[in-house]
């Protein structure tokens, strides 16, 4: 559960508060189990370690990205008065005690089976451990996989249990990005989709394919996470 919980918080920001003073003795940044290393190498306590952003590779895919993630970092946390509109992304940026967020991730991974829908639950040894949203509206289900290799697939479902397409966003730029498109064409090869079915959409690097019904979508999410 710890695994998935620091794989859930993509690329972070954290750090340590010593609660005597309210002061930050530590502030660092990483991925995966990062800032629990330095409860052995500077000993810390776990207890006083906060997660300040989390899943900061969603900015990635713009050309001013730092100026962009401080833009919105501080329009969430300062509120200015003339911002008509939130920052982006503002759900990244928790300031949480990294406790709270542990004990919040495992409450939401316990399924409310009767608010789910048949497909899901028939399927569910598939899901389990590979999904990071599941959302449930009044007319889709939304679901987000968890990113494998910088690379995440996505899709909607409707009332009448039929797929749109399935997309794939790739969280990763410079000279790495064109290797893990190639992976991700080679995939979908694999799958049955030639490139010209693979469609570019939208202003950042998602590509989508066409699906025709929950089997081959699910199919598809199966051979991907796997």
């Not at 190498?41 to 730092?66: G, H, P, Q, V, W």
């Not at 406790?99 to 991974?109: P, Q």
């Not at 608010?115 to 939304?142: C, H, M, R």
């Not at 064409?185 to 202003?203: A, C, I, N």
């Amino acid at each position: 559960m710890l695994s998935d919980f620091l794989d859930s918080l993509g690329s972070y920001v954290y750090g340590y508060k010593n609660p005597k003073t309210d002061k930050w003795d530590y502030i660092g940044k990483g991925v995966f189990n990062r800032c629990l290393v330095h409860v052995k190498d500077k000993d810390l306590s776990k207890d006083d370690l906060y997660i300040i952003s989390k899943n900061l590779e969603r900015f990635e895919y713009k050309n001013d990205a730092a100026q962009f993630a401080l833009e919105s970092y501080l329009i969430s946390s300062l509120i200015p008065s003339y911002n008509k509109v939130d920052g982006h992304y503002k759900e990244c940026f928790v300031m949480a005690k990294f406790s709270e967020l542990f004990d919040e991730y495992k409450a939401l991974k316990h399924d409310n089976f009767e608010a789910l829908p048949q497909w899901y639950i028939s399927n569910y040894e598939k899901f389990k451990n590979n999904v990071n949203v599941l959302t449930i509206k009044g007319d889709n289900i939304y679901m987000e996989s968890k990113t494998r290799e910088t690379i995440q697939l996505s899709f909607y479902v409707d009332t009448e249990q039929r797929p749109t397409s399935v997309r794939f966003a790739i969280w990763q730029k410079g000279d790495k990005f064109q290797e893990r498109l190639e992976q991700l064409y080679v995939f979908l090869e694999s799958s049955g989709y030639t490139r010209d079915m693979v469609t570019l959409t939208g202003q950042r690097q998602i590509y989508e394919v066409p699906v025709d019904d929950i089997a081959s979508l699910i199919e598809l999410f199966d051979d991907f996470m796997g």
